[in-house]
């Protein structure tokens, strides 16, 4: 069975967190190190592949994207870093990449490659689903979730088709917009939580703007999973800053949002 599969059976009602690493940020050494850090309070993680025009993400992934490119990091090398990273790990794997990269490789190898990673999903927010029957065929044959998302303006009929298709989980943002820190959630996000669980037997994993323990908290009394993303990765920013150890701070971070989740 799929890691995240078991990852969600096993929670037991508990609300799992999703933790996000850019791969090869600061470098690719130290981006395993980091992602270890993180998987030791993180329940899964996913490992984004920096790209060079990234319409989802905010300006702090966008810095990190950048920083790794800058070091020579290239989206084929995502597959010997995860493959460390599961040497280390039996908690579930995800690649958040954009579509150019699996095109440009082609489906049934970037697929291949994930899974004899041991990566368990693919999550590609800019190939629509209507346009992804070669790609989830592919990702099928090798056992990877095709992971989807929902927007808080996404209608019912919309959500249904998205519960239906999606692979583990179903993503659902929790902001309007692109990825990043906020000050607080939407008052939206309940009642479009409320209308997904309606609309779909899968989990639901909200993320995107989740930025500290109480917002972690808050979602996770909604939903199944929580990401968190632009916070970790800032975490690390600050002290690469500050010139400390980001596998610190961001790991202290993510033992906190872990412990928010955690509180009765």
Same mark, same amino acid.
């Given at each position: 069975?799929?890691?995240?599969?078991?990852?969600?059976?096993?929670?037991?009602?508990?609300?799992?967190?999703?933790?996000?690493?850019?791969?090869?940020?600061?470098?690719?050494?130290?981006?395993?190190?980091?992602?270890?850090?993180?998987?030791?309070?993180?329940?899964?993680?996913?490992?984004?592949?920096?790209?060079?025009?990234?319409?989802?993400?905010?300006?702090?992934?966008?810095?990190?994207?950048?920083?790794?490119?800058?070091?020579?990091?290239?989206?084929?090398?995502?597959?010997?870093?995860?493959?460390?990273?599961?040497?280390?790990?039996?908690?579930?794997?995800?690649?958040?990449?954009?579509?150019?990269? &699996?095109?440009?490789?082609?489906?049934?190898?970037? $697929?291949?490659? =994930?899974? %004899? /990673? *041991?990566? +368990?999903? !693919?999550?590609?927010?800019?190939?629509?689903?209507?346009?992804?029957?070669?790609?989830?065929?592919?990702?099928?044959?090798?056992?990877?979730?095709?992971?989807?998302?929902?927007?808080?303006?996404?209608?019912?009929?919309?959500?249904?088709?998205?519960?239906?298709?999606?692979?583990?989980?179903?993503?659902?943002?929790?902001?309007?917009?692109?990825?990043?820190?906020?000050?607080?959630?939407?008052?939206?996000?309940?009642?479009?939580?409320?209308?997904?669980?309606?609309?779909?037997?899968?989990?639901?994993?909200?993320?995107?703007?989740?930025?500290?323990?109480?917002?972690?908290?808050?979602?996770?009394?909604?939903?199944?999973?929580? &990401?968190?993303?632009?916070?970790?990765?800032?975490? $690390?920013?600050? =002290?690469? %800053? /500050? *010139?400390? +150890?980001? !596998?610190?701070?961001?790991?202290?971070?993510?033992?906190?949002?872990?412990?928010?989740?955690?509180?009765?």
């Amino acid at each position: 069975m799929n890691r995240v599969d078991v990852m969600f059976r096993e929670s037991d009602g508990r609300s799992v967190l999703i933790g996000f690493a850019t791969a090869g940020f600061p470098d690719e050494d130290s981006s395993l190190r980091l992602a270890q850090g993180l998987l030791e309070h993180c329940d899964a993680l996913e490992l984004g592949i920096p790209f060079s025009d990234p319409v989802l993400d905010g300006p702090v992934i966008q810095e990190s994207s950048h920083r790794a490119l800058q070091t020579g990091f290239r989206p084929r090398d995502v597959f010997p870093l995860a493959e460390r990273l599961r040497e280390a790990t039996h908690k579930p794997l995800l690649l958040m990449t954009y579509y150019n990269p &699996v095109h440009r490789m082609g489906h049934a190898s970037f $697929a291949a490659a =994930a899974a %004899a /990673a *041991g990566v +368990d999903g !693919v999550l590609i927010p800019d190939l629509p689903p209507e346009e992804m029957g070669d790609w989830k065929e592919a990702a099928g044959r090798c056992g990877l979730h095709a992971v989807l998302f929902a927007s808080m303006t996404t209608p019912r009929e919309r959500l249904r088709f998205l519960g239906k298709n999606t692979g583990g989980f179903l993503y659902c943002f929790a902001v309007k917009g692109t990825t990043g820190l906020r000050e607080s959630l939407s008052r939206d996000l309940a009642p479009f939580l409320e209308r997904a669980r309606s609309c779909c037997s899968v989990p639901l994993a909200a993320g995107l703007g989740v930025s500290n323990p109480e917002q972690c908290r808050e979602v996770g009394g909604m939903a199944d999973g929580v &990401v968190v993303g632009s916070a970790l990765v800032k975490a $690390a920013l600050d =002290a690469l %800053a /500050a *010139g400390e +150890d980001p !596998v610190t701070r961001a790991a202290a971070l993510a033992a906190e949002l872990r412990r928010s989740l955690d509180r009765p």
